[in-house]
């Protein structure tokens, strides 16, 4: 048995930890940049509170807020230039996915010259600006793996970069941050949270540490995801999903995710549709895809479902998990079809395609490596 595990951020998890970011941003400097979304940050109040809490340990800061959902390269690009322009010394990724992804991005960016978008796949390590990540859903897990993931608007490749030190050297997990998000976002980066854990399971690349991981991380959302969909002001589901959501980040760094993510990032990139409901819209044929070679892995997701499966077969027991997780995504009030996301018939062989050239070492790492017809049959399946 061969595994490697290298997790290096600072995790710092608890309520109201956001006031104590200038407290760790001051051993990296006086000059910050933080990065975060176009209003949602502003709204609740969350960049306030980063604000003073820099402006009381006597760190500057510049504001980059032009990041969107699904993050553009030559937005990214924009972020370098200003960090650049601003000589900051610790960058500060305040939000979602979107935010932590690009900050990683801009800090990895300030020290190389081009592009970011001449930067996907894996990056050596070498010089990059301390990173600080506050996330603001419980969904991506950024704050706890290395991955930025994007999208090149001239190409639509939507893909990933990482590098030894793109890992934040602090993470805070603030679960408060996470009781404004709006009912559809706690729904969509929810199940991003379960997907990360079931794909690191059932990826090629599994192994003895993401193992419980991931196993611990699909069962806080499943006793959580539903509550907080439907109390989210109420701090008691909104803390075990920020748990799950950096655990199975940690489970993705680890053992990466699969084929769900590979055929979810096309969607992503050509209609802009949320992450988390391009990963459940294709989920369930992608899983039926995999079966038998997935069947005694899902299996154990089945009991995890609560499904009694002594008396049954190991592929029974899989396509009662699969049905589980399909009501579990309709209770959220998620398409599982990707029609419902805008997709036509006539769009799948582009999709293929894209998926094909840019998400190879997701379909690979995936229990059963789909080929290109095989993708196209999966997404029409989906349909």
């Keep these: 048995m061969d595994f490697e595990f290298f997790m290096p951020a600072h995790l710092i998890f608890g309520l109201g930890k956001i ?23 502003k709204k609740t109040g969350h960049l306030d509170t980063v604000a003073k809490s820099l ?9 980059f807020d032009e990041v969107e959902p699904n993050p553009l390269t030559t937005t990214i690009d924009k972020g370098i230039t200003l960090a650049r322009n601003s000589k900051v010394d610790v960058i500060i990724g305040l ?24 930067y996907f796949g894996p990056q050596p390590a070498g010089d990059v600006l301390p990173i600080i990540l506050i996330p603001t859903t419980a969904g991506t897990g950024s704050e706890a793996n290395n991955y930025s993931v994007m999208t090149n608007p001239e190409t639509s490749a939507k893909k990933s970069f990482s590098s030894p030190d ?34 690191s399971y059932l990826s090629k690349r599994s192994q003895p540490i993401s193992k419980p991981l991931a196993f611990e991380a699909m069962k806080l959302v499943l006793d959580n995801l539903k509550g907080a969909y439907e109390h989210g002001d109420k701090i008691e589901y909104r803390e075990p999903m920020a748990w799950a959501s950096t655990i199975a980040g940690m489970a993705i760094n680890l053992s990466g995710t699969c084929g769900i993510h590979g055929l979810g990032h096309p969607i992503s990139a050509y209609y802009n549709i949320a992450h988390g409901e391009t990963l459940a819209a294709v989920s369930l044929a992608f899983l039926r895809f995999s079966l038998p070679d997935a069947s005694p892995k899902l299996a154990k997701v089945a009991e995890l479902f ?24 309709e209770d959220l009030g998620i398409p599982t079809k ?17 998926a094909y050239e840019n998400a190879s070492s997701n379909l690979k790492s995936s229990p059963k490596f789909p080929s290109l017809e095989d993708v196209k049959k999966i997404y029409r399946d989906s349909l």
Aim: proline share 2%; aromatic share 6%; charged share 25%.
């Design 19 to 41: 006031k104590d970011t200038g407290v760790y941003a001051k051993s990296f400097g006086k000059n910050a940049l933080i990065v975060t979304g176009k209003s949602s940050a």
């Design 166 to 199: 793109t890992f934040a050297k602090v993470s805070i997990i603030d679960p408060e941050l996470t009781l404004t998000v709006p009912k559809k976002v706690t729904a969509s980066t929810g199940i991003d949270v379960f997907f990360h854990a079931l794909e």
């Design 55 to 63: 402006e009381k340990e006597g760190v500057n800061w510049t504001l």
């Design 95 to 118: 939000g979602g996915g979107s935010a932590m992804d690009s900050a990683k991005a801009i800090a990895f960016g300030v020290k190389r010259e081009g592009s970011i978008a001449n």
């Design 338 to 354: 990707i029609s419902a996301l805008g997709v036509k018939e006539e769009d799948i062989d582009k999709l293929a395609q894209n």
């Design 306 to 329: 609560g499904i009694d499966t002594k008396d049954i077969s190991e592929n029974e027991a899989a396509q009662k998990a699969i049905k589980a997780l399909e009501e579990f995504i």
